[in-house]
């Protein structure tokens, strides 16, 4: 089993920056790809950006692309979301997954964390 556990939310003003963490422990970090969703108040969940596990191939949604990078430090069992320029429509719950392929359909990870808000206001 794999324990996801983010950080790293939190409340700013538009055109500000935050950086996202997620942890990972009970699993071969590097053997999983990884990948942040978010979900706002009555909306279904979004696919933001998903990472290999070598962290060679990543890809962003067009909604985030050029504001949000998604890395990873295998050394330390983590994936980063660092967004910049946000807007007050990224405002969500940021959950990070793990699965053993990357994809931006959530049903092909396995584990989930327990999410993290972000909050952008205008």
């Known amino acids: 089993q794999v324990q996801l556990v983010e950080s790293g939310g939190g409340l700013v003003q538009a055109g500000g920056s935050l950086r996202l963490s997620c942890t990972a422990s009970g699993g071969t970090f590097r053997n999983y790809a990884m990948a942040w969703f978010r979900q706002a108040p009555g909306k279904e969940r979004e696919f933001v950006a998903t990472i290999s596990g070598s962290g060679g191939t990543t890809y962003h949604a067009d909604s985030v692309k050029g504001r949000f990078t998604i890395s990873r430090d295998n050394a330390k069992n983590t994936v980063y979301l660092q967004m910049n320029s946000l807007k007050p429509e990224d405002t969500a719950v940021y959950y990070c997954?793990?699965?053993?392929?990357?994809?931006?359909?959530?049903?092909?990870?396995?584990?989930w964390g327990q999410g993290t808000q972000v909050t952008v206001s205008s």
């Open positions: 997954a793990a699965g053993p392929i990357h994809s931006v359909i959530g049903s092909r990870y396995d584990y």
